[in-house]
């Protein structure tokens, strides 16, 4: 099991806009709309941001977006602001017969 | 509100089974509508999914570690429980359990996570 590629970091100014890439295979990201997308702020456990490539959760902030083309989804974060400071992971549904959920490696959201 | 919260030793020998308890409150294990899932974070690293057990008791574990884990519910308890055997040194993490909505293909609700160390 490979786990999905993701940039170690990314950093935007407060205010501006900043996008995380995640690249998988046609087995995962490019074969389900079940990616999702976590916030991790140190010490603490995930929160789940993005789900089914686009959806958010009950209470995430409409400035979370998400998106996917064809191996790739992306993870938008608009209107940057110091709370957004965080790692952040995908994930993909792999399928039952292969490898279940693999997450990315993770990257690190460093507000300027 | 679901809460979920792990148990379990801190420090486990090398070789030896790791075991750990999720206790689920404000929810049912019995319930059609979710997975319940084991995910561990090495210190300083990422995320790595373990593996998830449906309320029939099916279960699905990651590929890499299935020649090792275990996972089983207690409806009576509203609890359900990993076990991983054989550990060493690179089993060192922090473990969450996560409730995983199978309508959304992902987890909603986590525990805070414990550690456990593999040293002898």
């Known amino acids: 099991q490979s786990a999905l590629t993701q940039p170690p970091s990314a950093s935007g100014s407060a205010g501006q806009s900043v996008t995380i890439s995640c690249t998988g295979t046609?087995?995962?990201?490019?074969?389900?709309?079940?990616v999702s997308w976590y916030q991790q702020h140190p010490g603490k456990a995930p929160k789940l941001m993005i789900y089914d490539v686009s959806k958010r959760p009950s209470g995430v902030p409409d400035r979370f977006s998400g998106s996917k083309s064809g191996n790739t989804a992306s993870l938008t974060v608009s209107g940057l602001q110091a709370e957004d400071e965080a790692d952040y992971y995908c994930?993909?549904?792999?399928?039952?017969?292969?490898?279940?959920?693999?997450f990315g490696g993770g990257t690190k959201l460093t507000v300027l | 509100q679901v809460q979920l919260q792990e148990s379990g030793p801190g420090l486990v020998k090398p070789s030896q089974t790791l075991s750990l308890t999720c206790t689920v409150s404000?929810?049912?294990?019995?319930?059609?509508?979710?997975?319940w899932s084991w995910i561990r974070q090495p210190p300083g690293k990422g995320l790595e999914w373990i593996g998830y057990?449906?309320?029939?008791?099916?279960?699905y574990y990651n590929p890499s570690l299935k020649s090792r884990v275990s996972m089983s519910l207690d409806t009576s308890k509203n609890q359900f429980s990993l076990k991983l055997s054989s550990v060493t040194v690179a089993d060192t993490a922090v473990y969450y359990c996560?409730?995983?909505?199978?309508?959304?293909?992902?987890?909603?609700?986590w525990g805070q996570g414990t550690l456990v160390t593999v040293s002898s």
């Open positions: 057990i449906y309320y029939t008791g099916s279960t």
């Open positions: 046609s087995s995962d990201v490019g074969g389900y709309n079940y």
């Open positions: 996560a409730r995983d909505v199978v309508a959304m293909t992902s987890c909603d609700s």
């Open positions: 994930s993909s549904y792999a399928g039952s017969n292969n490898f279940g959920v693999t």
């Open positions: 404000g929810g049912s294990i019995s319930s059609a509508d979710y997975y």
